[in-house]
C-alpha cells in the first residue's frame, strides 16, 4: 500500500525535499531564537541541502552525482565543524549529522522513496524538539537499569 505513493516528476520531487527541508529548518530556527543560540542550520541551510539531494537525483544518466554532493557537503559541514569547534568552543556533532541526514531525505526523495523520506523527517523533527526531555530521561536512568 505505501508503494503506491510515489511521485515520478522532478519539479514535484525538488519541491517536496524543499518542504521537508524547510519544516526542519523552521524547527530548528524556532528552538535558536527560544534559547538565543545561534546555528548554522537554520532554514535556509535546511532547504538547500534538501534540494541539493534531490536535485543530485535529477540526472538518470549521472547515478553517482549525488555521491558526489554528498562530498560536497562533507566539506562544508567539516569546515563548519571546525569553526565551531575551534572560534565558537562548541563541541557536538547532531548538529551536522542533522545536515547529513537532511541531504539523504532530499535523495530519497528524488529516488521516489517520499514516504522514507518524510518518516525520517519527522524522526528528526521529533529528537531536535524533545532534545531537553530525552536529555533528562537519559539522566533518569542508573547503572542497574
Known amino acids: ?45 535546511m532547504t538547500l541541502l534538501a534540494s541539493m539531494g534531490a536535485i543530485s537525483t535529477a540526472f538518470p544518466n549521472m547515478e553517482y552525482l549525488p555521491v558526489v554532493f554528498f562530498f560536497g557537503v562533507l566539506t562544508f559541514l567539516a569546515i563548519a565543524y571546525a569553526n565551531g569547534a575551534f572560534n565558537l568552543k562548541r563541541i557536538g556533532l547532531t548538529s551536522e549529522f542533522s545536515a547529513i541526514l537532511v541531504f539523504w531525505i532530499g535523495v530519497l526523495v528524488g529516488s521516489e522513496q ?11 523533527a ?7 526531555e530525552l ?11
Do not use: C, Y
Open 114 to 124: 517520499q514516504i522514507l523520506a518524510i518518516f525520517l523527517t519527522i524522526f528528526l
Open 135 to 145: 536529555h533528562s530521561f537519559v539522566g533518569t536512568i542508573n547503572q542497574t537499569e
Open 1 to 45: 500500500m505505501l508503494d503506491t505513493f510515489t511521485i515520478n516528476n522532478p519539479i514535484i520531487e525538488l519541491l517536496i525535499a524543499a518542504l521537508l527541508g524547510a519544516f526542519l529548518g523552521i524547527r530548528r530556527e524556532m528552538i535558536a531564537q527560544k534559547s538565543k543560540k545561534k546555528s548554522f542550520m537554520g532554514f535556509r541551510t
Open 126 to 132: 521529533f529528537m531536535n524538539a524533545f532534545k531537553k
